[in-house]
């Protein structure tokens, strides 16, 4: 039964891309195709919710793939919801037959890759999955766009080469290797082979999940995506990546210390450089891929916990943190694609009715969209983790565990303070970065006529953000305490506190009913104190000059604080050029502000890349003589030399 | 009788919350007598509180109803914030209520909504104060959560209910000298999620000094009444909890005598009176600092807590 | 510090008793007494001041307020940063055409029950500058105006007792 769902599931994507391509004067062609998708993404939900509840059954999945299934089917489901009613709106952009292809693809090959059963189907299906993603990326063809599809498809091909060489090192090199067959030939590699392969598939799958110094394409390519795509591109693929790397976790008989202390750096590092990013950056969507690198970061620090505290002797002390730090694994990664899909949904809405991504020209959408400004409030807060969505949560028991790991022994205590210090900052800028994000595009007036006057919401358009909203009030409510509780001595009910260790008790219910409770008392307490004197709307106090909405504090002006503490790091320039008009009177000038930021990693690590690339080929120029004979030297002197190691 | 834990939750909800205005009339007595100057009465802050709720309110014309949702959440989060912390006495909330990170997580969800209030004014006033302030939340935030997770190692309690109850077991002068860097560190900390000098000005007309005052300038009436309340809430909150650690001494229990809860009562005010003496002396004596060298006080705070981490953890060994 | 901390303590309490006047020639106004009784008999007061367009001599004396000898702080009045706070709307000089619209939308913004005490006789009647052509009239012609400081400039003396009688005067009737 649920391997029939699983083959309706593939069966209707395939039939929705063909479906696309019949010509129809109305919606009807696009409406199917989506529908179909839609069921897809149902039948997949319902095969992965099967085989979790009732992992006995015939053809159950094993619990990771179907948690990760069911994270492929929810997405598809809420993605295709949402195109029915976006895509339309740029019809004479996108090619809409082909792009419902690429996404019917993209879909067939990420499910594809995570019930995958041996390295050549995960390899081919990864494959497939990406080539499909570079086609949502350039789908809009712009200059940005190919460019940004170009250093993606560069990036996720040494991604590739990674992986698979990284896979085929533990197969012993044997394509046709089944799971087990590769967890046993990789028992018999030595540490340092071993450890190669663990390196290369880091870099595979990090590339692919965003991880530093990977990471240069995410922040463009995501983007560039039609929304429901970039919904799937940072809430599902980058999952996906989770899961290849957790599957390649598996096959390793110990993973040592310092290769646990990669993880975890590469996972801070990712997580700061993602915060810091979307806390200065203006693009609505680009400010949401910069958080999806922080999140993967966040995720990837917790797993190197995980295998670290595994790499090291065990104590009640460190499986209560490595416990911690696995729920938080497994809880980020549903909040995640949760709140950043709707997120998507919510930044491609914007997008496409007020024609502009730019946080700078935004503003006052909260008092035309009331009902969507209150989805993306909680949205927002959900990314920033703060009480009482989901996210919090997770992070809760991250920090706890943490906090727990003070007691270690001295080398690791401080390793876990450190690495409290830099999630605290992390947290606080990704605050700042949401904070930003809602009140700049929702808060205040209008910086832009398109802004002022937005049009009227479909319901296809609200209901996928709202979907992802009230899901996260249900993670936090029933995610939270469930998982929390697997593997306590005894079975608890859900409305009872989750303790990680003696002393550090957590409780969601709680939490949340304190915070509906004070809520409600204070809305009884303005009723009974308040005389009924009214409220009168008037304007802004202005101190006597009429404001206007250019003097609003835009995004930009907003992060110049965190841009101007953090200079160092995301070089940021300012400058400001006077010119005088009249020679006599420098006050008649013309002045102009420019400022940037920029890449760390682009001028610390690319660039220097590039340029020894660029100084060694051309000192390879100088043998390119143009001279017959010389080349016939080479051909020999190759020759010999081929001789001679192959003797 | 013994004292139950409702009893005690009530007394002393009720104790935080009546005291808060008398914690800010006291900090506003203290620093008028440095000035040599009468000053109002302590009880002022009850009648202006009184006074706003008999206003009328205006609005600014360009806001959503995201300004009108600000003081509510602002004011349930600082209740919330309030109750759990422990003032008066401890034992009477599940541990799980006076988490650690919820705390500080609820501390910063006000502040959020609070920035967001400001943002939604329109006014340049209001948006400069909201992204100071979200820039204050953002590096204030590591050096809380090490601060808090310093005491909590020390407690062996991610609870603030554990960490009060340890304190006030351990011999004080010992626990003092470990805690010492934490607690500096607390200190800088609560100043700066108070809005208090040296990170603002709590009574200035200037908008260069401003980061609180800015984001409430467009309030009025009833609105201002919570938004003011839920400040001095909030400080009133953050004394009693670093009262509490530093001074562990005269704090009910649930299951003892009735007759403790109003030993707690009377100490949690002396404490409260101690600790506006301190934040009116702190104001009177230091200098505001320019908010683009905050990034050097947050700094500081976080070196002072990561090395009270360390020697915390150094203690141990 | 501690020589300023000695300097405190040795100077002691500075503030000076202020005595009321009369109020015999204006009647209060129904509106003034109404705002005063509906705020608890003035007991929290806030100010708003505009000055719109003095020579800034009423400012300088308006300042003086808050020092240690008038210090209006102990009769429960401050100065506050938005009219959305105030209860009180304080006014000096004439107001030009170019403060009207400045002056307008702070009255507008304050939210009732609110008073408007016109300081200083260029807001009352205009002073010097009434009829000037920058000048659009004194307050009353703007904002309706429940009470007046004369003077030019009043001390902060005659302010503050012209303030405390005011609402004492408001009280009793």
Redesign the interface.
């Known amino acids: 039964m649920i391997a029939s769902l699983v083959t309706i599931s593939f069966a209707f994507l395939a039939a929705g891309a063909l479906l696309a391509f019949v010509p129809s004067r109305t919606d009807a062609t696009h409406r199917v195709t989506y529908g179909a998708f839609a069921f897809a993404g149902v039948a997949a939900l319902f095969a992965a919710a099967w085989s979790l509840a009732a992992p006995q059954t015939l053809g159950a999945l094993p619990m990771t793939p179907a948690f990760f299934f069911g994270i492929i089917g929810a997405g598809t489901l809420l993605a295709s919801i949402y195109a029915v009613g976006y895509l339309p709106l740029y019809r004479d952009t996108y090619a809409l037959p082909w792009l419902a292809a690429a996404f019917a693809v993209f879909i067939i090959g990420m499910e594809a890759v995570v019930l995958a059963p041996s390295v050549l189907l995960f390899l081919v299906s990864w494959e497939v999955m990406s080539v499909a993603a570079y086609f949502l990326v350039i789908a809009d063809s712009s200059e940005s766009s190919l460019h940004a599809g170009l250093v993606y498809l560069i990036m996720t091909q040494i991604g590739f080469a990674a992986i698979a060489s990284g896979l085929l090192l533990l197969a012993d090199g044997a394509p046709f290797a089944t799971w087990p067959m590769v967890a046993q030939t990789a028992s018999h590699l030595s540490p340092p082979e071993l450890a190669i392969a663990f390196v290369l598939l880091l870099i595979g799958f990090g590339s692919k999940a965003g991880l530093v110094p990977f990471h240069q394409w995410l922040p463009h390519a995501h983007p560039q995506a039609p929304s429901h795509a970039s919904a799937l591109l940072s809430g599902v693929m980058l999952k996906v990546a989770l899961f290849g790397f957790l599957v390649s976790l598996s096959f390793f008989p110990s993973i040592p210390l310092p290769l646990a202390a990669l993880v975890i750096a590469l996972g801070l590092l990712s997580a700061f450089f993602g915060a810091l990013h979307a806390a200065v950056e203006d693009d609505l969507k680009r400010l949401l891929a910069w958080s999806s690198i922080e999140n993967m970061g966040l995720i990837f620090s917790a797993l190197g916990v995980v295998l670290a505290v595994a790499a090291m002797p065990s104590s009640p002390l460190s499986a209560a943190v490595a416990a911690g730090a696995a729920v938080f694994v497994v809880l980020h990664t549903l909040n995640h694609f949760l709140f950043k899909s709707g997120l998507f949904f919510a930044a491609g809405t914007i997008a496409a009715k007020t024609h502009t991504r730019d946080l700078d020209a935004l503003g006052g959408l909260a008092a035309r969209w009331p009902f969507f400004s209150g989805v993306v409030l909680a949205l927002s807060l959900s990314a920033a983790a703060l009480p009482p969505l989901g996210t919090f949560f997770g992070e809760w028991v991250y920090l706890q565990s943490l906090a727990l790991g003070f007691a270690a022994p001295m080398p690791l205590a401080v390793v876990a303070l450190v690495m409290l210090g830099t999630i605290g900052l992390v947290g606080g800028l990704s605050i700042f970065a949401f904070s930003k994000l809602f009140s700049t595009a929702f808060l205040g007036r209008a910086r832009s006529a398109r802004a002022e006057n937005p049009g009227t919401l479909s319901p296809s358009l609200i209901i996928p953000p709202l979907v992802g909203a009230v899901a996260l009030m249900g993670s936090s409510l029933l995610a939270f305490p469930l998982l929390s509780s697997i593997g306590a001595a005894s079975a608890r009910s859900i409305f009872s506190d989750t303790t990680i260790a003696p002393g550090a008790a957590m409780n969601a219910w709680l939490v949340s009913g304190l915070l509906v409770a004070a809520l409600g008392i204070v809305f009884l307490g303005r009723r009974a104190l308040v005389s009924a004197r009214g409220v009168r709307v008037t304007g802004t106090w202005d101190c006597g000059a009429p404001l206007s909405p250019r003097m609003e504090q835009t995004a930009t002006g907003f992060a110049a604080p965190i841009r101007f503490f953090f200079r160092a790091i995301v070089l940021a320039r300012k400058e400001f050029i006077v010119e005088p008009v009249v020679a006599s009177n420098p006050w008649i000038a013309e002045r102009q502000l420019l400022w940037s930021v920029a890449s760390f990693w682009e001028r610390f690590f690319y660039q220097p890349i590039s340029a020894l690339v660029l100084r060694a080929a051309r000192t390879m120029r100088s043998l390119q003589s143009g001279v017959v004979q010389l080349y016939l030297l080479f051909m020999l002197v190759a020759l010999i030399l081929v001789l001679v190691i192959a003797l | 009788m013994n004292l139950s834990s409702l009893t005690m939750l009530l007394a002393e909800s009720a104790a935080v919350m009546l005291a808060a205005p008398l914690v800010v009339g006291t900090v506003?007595l203290v620093k008028?007598?440095?000035?040599?100057?009468?000053?109002?009465?302590i009880v002022?802050p009850y009648?202006?509180l009184?006074?706003l709720?008999?206003?009328?309110?205006?609005?600014?014309?360009?806001?959503?109803?995201?300004f009108r949702f600000v003081p509510?959440?602002v004011?349930?989060?600082t209740?919330?914030l309030a109750v759990?912390v422990p003032s008066a006495g401890i034992g009477a909330w599940?541990?799980?209520?006076s988490?650690?990170?919820?705390v500080a997580?609820?501390a910063?969800?006000g502040s959020?909504f609070l920035?967001?209030g400001g943002?939604?004014?329109?006014?340049?006033?209001g948006?400069?104060g909201?992204?100071?302030e979200?820039?204050l939340?953002?590096?204030?935030?590591?050096?809380?959560?090490?601060v808090l997770?310093?005491l909590?190692?020390f407690?062996?309690?991610?609870?603030l209910d554990?960490i009060v109850a340890f304190f006030a077991a351990a011999p004080w002068r010992a626990s003092m000298l470990m805690a010492l860097p934490t607690l500096l560190a607390l200190l800088l900390v609560v100043l700066a999620e108070n809005a208090r000098y040296p990170v603002d000005n709590p009574a200035?007309?200037l908008e260069l000094t401003?980061v609180h005052?800015a984001m409430v300038?467009?309030?009025?009436?009833?609105y201002?009444a919570?938004l003011e309340y839920a400040s001095a809430l909030r400080l009133t909150a953050f004394g009693s909890l670093f009262m509490n650690i530093v001074f562990p001494f005269g704090i009910a229990t649930v299951g003892t005598g009735v007759e403790m809860l109003a030993v707690g009562v009377l100490s949690l005010v002396l404490k409260l009176g101690f600790f506006a003496l301190l934040i009116g002396s702190l104001e009177s004596?230091l200098v505001k600092m320019r908010?683009?060298r905050?990034?050097e006080y947050f700094t500081l705070a976080?070196l002072i807590a990561?090395a009270g981490?360390?020697l915390?953890?150094?203690h141990t060994? | 510090m501690f020589s300023m901390i000695t300097k405190i303590l040795s100077t002691g309490s500075l503030p000076e008793p202020v005595s009321l006047h009369e109020r015999g020639e204006e009647p209060i106004g129904k509106s003034l007494q109404a705002a005063i009784k509906t705020l608890y008999g003035g007991r929290s007061l806030r100010i708003r001041h505009v000055d719109a367009g003095s020579t800034n001599a009423e400012e300088c004396e308006l300042t003086a307020l808050g020092n240690a000898y008038y210090d209006v702080e102990r009769f429960g009045i401050s100065f506050v940063a938005s009219p959305r706070h105030a209860d009180i709307l304080t006014v000096s000089g004439p107001v030009t055409r170019n403060m009207a619209h400045a002056l307008k939308t702070a009255y507008e913004l304050m939210p009732s029950p609110k008073v408007v005490v016109a300081i200083g006789d260029g807001a009352i009647t205009g002073g010097i500058w009434k009829d000037a052509y920058a000048v659009a009239g004194p307050v009353d012609a703007i904002i309706p105006v429940d009470a007046v400081i004369p003077g030019d400039p009043p001390s902060p003396g005659d302010i503050l007792s012209g303030l405390l009688s005011i609402i004492a005067a408001a009280r009793r009737a």
């Open positions: 506003h008028a007598r440095f000035q040599n100057r009468r000053g109002a009465s002022q009648w202006a009184a006074s709720l008999r206003k009328e309110m205006t609005v600014p014309e360009h806001s959503s109803w995201v509510y959440v004011l349930a989060t209740i919330v759990v599940p541990a799980a209520a988490n650690i990170f919820l997580a609820l910063t969800l959020v920035a967001l943002m939604d004014t329109g006014s340049t006033f948006n400069m909201a992204n100071r979200m820039t939340v953002a590096l204030a935030e590591p050096a809380l959560l090490i997770a310093t909590a190692f407690a062996g309690s991610a609870n554990g200035t007309h401003m005052e300038l467009e309030y009025s009436g009833p201002l919570a004596l908010f683009y905050m990034q976080f990561f981490a360390v915390a953890f150094a060994f």
